[in-house]
């Protein structure tokens, strides 16, 4: 039993959601501990309001951030601290560092390996949540019922306050009928199908359903992008972009205002699952079974295709413009 426990999980907005069934099962196997997660300081505000957690603190890149998350993490006393998922050992050090006397964790690479008290093997033909859960299952094996659905509550006053400030969310637009959502981007430009494509496909649904709307989903780094999109479409009226017009903590109440999203592998599409919108998902250089939809499964399309480049895929580093997204 631990009385004050860290959770890591400091990457993005659906890497992090993906870590809250982990957070639900800290809860459940430690009712009376404070639970604290470390977050990547931008998506904290959506995760604020998560029943789970006692606490959070902010994750900072770069040196400054790292001393600065260290006085926070050691002015708490943690006794464990279970590493759920991280993109550099960063996170790690700032653990051991802290004193904290239990670290559980993914392995990452070997001259940090040490640095854990315990340490599973990830099977990465297991969806992301169970593997993530793996490492509690290891502490806990006659445990046999385990959470796994996403955690992101919603504040239905600020979901309506949201629908309404989007005139065409709800039917409160010029054309009143469903509204789709289109999630063009990506953190990785070989994980985005292509542009003309949406375009494509929003002239088909706009044709097809005269009283259909599309919203364009993004941040600030998409505004290019997003507007392209409504341009190609060309429906004024029909077609709006919200890319770069819409804080984190709002993303949740434009999803679920939603009667559809069809997406990228990206955090949008994990918040869609959460808060119970239907989606399409698009898969090549990644794979729904590691990342797609595991909750819900009746609600949600996947479409696959595999990757040409087979074992060779490099992922991240693709060089290639465009990327195996064309297959779809």
């Known amino acids: ?67 600065q998350n260290l006085r926070a993490i050691r002015a708490e006393n943690f006794d464990a601290a279970f590493v759920f998922h991280v993109s550099d050992p960063r996170p790690v050090g700032l653990a051991a560092l802290a004193g904290i006397p239990f670290i559980a964790g993914k392995s990452l690479h070997p001259p940090f390996d040490p640095l854990f ?7 990465y033909s297991r969806h992301t949540i169970a593997r993530r859960l793996a490492i509690l299952q290891r502490m806990y094996p006659d445990v046999s019922d385990w959470p796994t659905r996403l955690v992101l509550p919603q504040d239905q006053d600020d979901t309506g306050r949201v629908r309404n400030s989007w005139g065409v969310i709800g039917g409160g637009g010029r054309h009143p009928g469903p509204v789709v959502g289109f999630q063009p981007g990506a953190s990785r430009p070989y ?84 808060v119970g919108t239907p989606t399409l998902s698009l898969f090549a250089a990644t794979d729904p079974v ?16 595999p990757k040409p480049c087979g074992a060779g895929c490099v992922h991240k580093q693709c060089p290639f413009t465009p990327s195996c997204m064309t297959q779809i």
């Open 1 to 67: 039993d631990f009385s004050r426990v860290l959770a890591i999980s400091t990457t993005a907005v659906g890497d992090t959601l993906l870590s809250t069934p982990c957070f639900s099962a800290l809860r459940r196997l430690n009712p009376e501990a404070r639970i604290i997660a470390l977050i990547r300081d931008r998506c904290v505000p959506m995760f604020r309001t998560n029943p789970d957690l006692d606490g959070i603190i902010p994750y900072r890149k770069g040196w400054a951030g790292f001393l």
């Open 191 to 274: 994980k985005m199908w292509p542009e003309e494509r949406f375009v494509d496909l929003g002239r088909r649904l706009l044709a097809a359903a005269p009283d259909l709307n599309i919203l364009v989903l993004g941040d600030k780094s998409e505004a290019a992008l997003g507007e392209a999109i409504a341009d190609g479409v060309a429906a004024p009226g029909r077609i709006v972009s919200l890319c770069g017009q819409t804080r984190i903590a709002e993303l949740p109440a434009v999803i679920s205002g939603l009667d559809f999203l069809v997406t990228n592998d990206t955090g949008s599409l994990h918040i869609a699952i959460a």
């Open 290 to 305: 590691s990342s797609g939809p595991y909750q819900d499964q009746d609600r949600h399309i996947v479409i696959a295709k």
């Open 117 to 123: 008290t315990l340490r599973t093997f990830p099977d």
